[in-house]
């Protein structure tokens, strides 16, 4: 959700829209997953859907394709604990990703969990996963497919046997283990009777669990009292002592607090509260790392030393005043977009953005730079880890036809070694990236990514999709999907444009047609999530420029957004106001609320799982039925609402190859390709 802000507030300050539908009850009725006429409704969309997408020719011949294709794997994740490195990584024939332990001097990886083995069925899959300081124990998290219930447990790493804990109702509940591994501190959602049913999702609270103990016992540690909307993680410092809690209010705004773990009183002590800014923290030592958007819209990094305070301005001559006396300014603002950063021996490591491509850069203790850190081509930083008193550190990197690679840098080096590789399961050669730009309504240049097979013409008969990215010009933009081999294959073209901006989306469609790359009856916009919002919004806004649109669990009802768990920790993000300080339309920004009766609408295939964590399915059942009820086109408005499925976790290979197979079938379909 991260840029959800930026996104409304430009798309507001676009071309005036159509006056909408502003009914904030718009459709409610679908809301209610649980009642049996919504259930019908549902499942018979979704056989209608299935019916028409599995009778596409050629569907399953591209869906094996498409399984030869994703064999390629992946790196899906990192951390280093003590001297372990953690590599979580799904190879062919892997329904889920597998987590592997590389030990110094060690030539081959422990196999530390293997879901599938679990579950050979596919009935769990894997939610998160948490390693303790030193690496030898691990807690997990699995959700049970069937129930949609996230349960944590914890793993002795090197003999792969589960101790006997169990916690349930805890998603994405993280482990913040105490040095000697006897327990670890944990999010985790109430138990139903405790609260309304409505509210099961929200009053997530942080408690703190012994091994072996009966979690109903479990002591309540931050969040009693606090508002049911916000999100609370817990993380702890690499020795043990200091428990750093973030609480997310919302994408835009969220505070920290800290426990010495050592001091006579574990009270929680603020760091920042009440401030309309992003605050990230990692430690090193003693000190506390903060990313923050304060006063700083691409980002830049403070510290504080809880021992001794820092001077207002540092010792550094140019470094900008803070508003907190004990804050020192580390990492300057600069040109370029702050993603993410690693605090190493003698400094820290950012991660930052140049027209989507990501850059890496060591800064010593005092905010000067010190040197760029080259990696192996255009591409993506997708994970970053290291360990506050090392110089060594890892990244994961990829790009559109580069596959990812686990990297092992230095920071007082320059290069990056490939520790591992996955091995690409077409030729690279074969196909080409290229960064492009145009002009957007205020003149100014927008970066826009194409992809596709080497020599495509400009003959405006490429099969052509725009790509939403889902945090806009916030994440980075080169990124490795086998699967799009299948597209490239048979001639289509990707274009993702690097900005936060719903109208760039469709300004880069209006810029391919224009530079006959291709035309409408070729063209779709795609999106997930936040890039769903983004790419239905164009499509219903713009009909006349797509054929089709392929949306995964977008966010399409923004009025109603409170209403439908967990939709009220994004509605603080909605007060949003315009160049002139007046709130905006909501409206205005919602693709639901601005379909119309009789509109010739393009093309959709929308598609929601059932467990998603984050957009509930019913704002995909909404759009789907505004549209087939509204539109004059005769085109197909398709409603997948897939069990088994959340959206990016929990998803097992076969989901996965099936989504994959209905979309392309689809687009396909529609633009008229053979």
């Known amino acids: 959700m991260t840029g959800l802000l930026l996104v409304l507030a430009a798309w507001a300050a676009a071309a005036p829209v159509k006056e909408p539908a502003a009914d904030p009850d718009l459709l ?29 020719p050629g569907r ?14 992946s790196i899906e994740g990192i951390e280093v604990r003590g001297e372990r490195l953690f590599v979580l990584r799904r190879s062919s024939g892997d329904l889920q990703p597998k987590l592997f332990v590389h030990d110094p001097g060690e030539e081959t990886p422990l196999l530390a969990l293997d879901v599938d083995a679990i579950s050979p069925d596919g009935t769990w899959a894997l939610d998160w996963w948490s390693p303790s300081l030193d690496g030898a124990l691990l807690a997990y998290g699995l959700t049970d497919l069937r129930v949609g219930e996230s349960v944590v447990r914890v ?23 105490l040095a000697d591994r006897t327990g670890f501190f944990y999010g985790r959602l109430p138990k139903p009777g405790s609260v309304p049913e409505a509210e099961l999702d929200y009053h997530r609270r942080i408690y703190f669990h012994l091994l072996g103990t009966d979690p109903l016992d479990d002591p309540l540690v931050f969040g009693g009292g606090r508002p049911k909307e916000e999100w609370p993680e817990a993380r702890m410092s690499p020795d043990g002592r200091y428990l750093l809690v973030t609480v997310r209010q919302g994408s835009r705004r ?206 405006r008969n490429a099969p052509a999709m725009v790509l939403a990215p889902g945090a806009g010009a916030a994440a980075p933009v080169p990124f490795f999907a086998p699967h799009l081999a299948a597209w490239f294959e048979k001639g289509g073209l990707l274009a993702v444009p690097v900005s936060e901006k719903a109208v760039d989306l469709e300004d880069a469609a209006r810029w391919l047609v224009a530079k006959e790359f291709t035309r409408p009856e070729r063209l779709a916009a795609v999106g997930t999530g936040l890039g769903g919002l983004a790419a239905g919004w164009a499509a219903v806004r713009a009909p006349e420029v797509f054929r089709a649109a392929a949306l995964s669990s977008p966010w399409t009802d923004l009025l109603g957004l409170g209403r439908m768990s967990p939709g009220a920790r994004w509605v603080r993000d909605y007060d949003v106001r315009g160049p002139d300080g007046l709130p905006l339309r909501l409206a205005e920004m919602s693709p639901l609320h601005q379909v119309e009766q009789g509109v010739p609408y393009p093309a959709f295939l929308i598609s929601a799982g059932t467990w998603d964590q984050e957009v509930h399915p019913s704002q995909s059942r909404k759009l789907a039925a505004r549209l087939q009820a509204c539109t004059s086109s005769g085109k197909p408005v398709l409603l997948r609402v897939r069990a088994r499925a959340g959206r990016e976790r929990g998803r097992p290979l076969d989901v996965v190859l099936d989504e994959l197979a209905d979309r392309y079938a689809f687009l396909l379909r529609e633009l008229g390709v053979q």
Not at 66 to 71: H, S, T
């Open 155 to 177: 793993r002795d790493v090197d003999s792969a046997v589960d101790l006997p804990d169990r916690i349930p109702r805890a998603p994405a509940a993280g482990a913040a283990w």
């Open 254 to 459: 969220s505070e920290l607090y800290v426990s010495d773990l050592r001091a006579k009183s574990t009270d929680f002590v603020t760091i920042v509260a009440g401030a309309d800014a992003l605050f990230e923290g990692k430690f090193g030592g003693d000190t506390l790392y903060i990313l923050t958007n304060e006063d700083a819209p691409r980002g830049r990094i403070a510290a504080t030393d809880f021992r001794k305070p820092f001077k207002v301005l540092g010792l550094r001559p140019k470094a900008r005043a803070w508003k907190r006396p004990n804050w020192r300014e580390v990492v300057p603002e600069g040109p370029l977009a702050i993603a993410g950063f690693e605090p190493v021996e003698g400094g820290v490591v950012v991660h930052s953005l140049e027209r989507g491509i990501s850059r890496l850069s060591v800064y010593d203790l005092e905010g000067t730079g010190l040197r760029e850190i080259a990696l192996p081509g255009s591409g993506s930083v997708r994970a970053l880890a290291g360990r506050p008193r090392s110089d060594a550190f890892y990244v994961v990197h990829e790009s559109f036809f580069a596959p990812t690679a686990l990297l092992r840098c230095a920071a007082g080096g320059s290069a990056a070694s490939v520790v591992s590789a996955v091995a690409p399961s077409w030729r690279p050669g074969a196909f080409e990236a290229r960064e492009e730009s145009f002009l957007d309504r205020d003149g100014k240049a927008v970066t826009v990514w194409l992809a596709s097979r080497k020599g495509l013409r400009r003959d």
């Open 28 to 56: 409610s009725w679908l809301e209610n997953g649980s009642s049996p006429m919504v259930e019908w409704w549902s499942a018979d969309a979704d056989s209608k859907a299935a019916d028409f997408l599995g009778a596409l």
């Open 60 to 73: 399953e011949r591209l869906r094996q394709r498409l399984g030869e294709l994703m064999r390629a794997g």
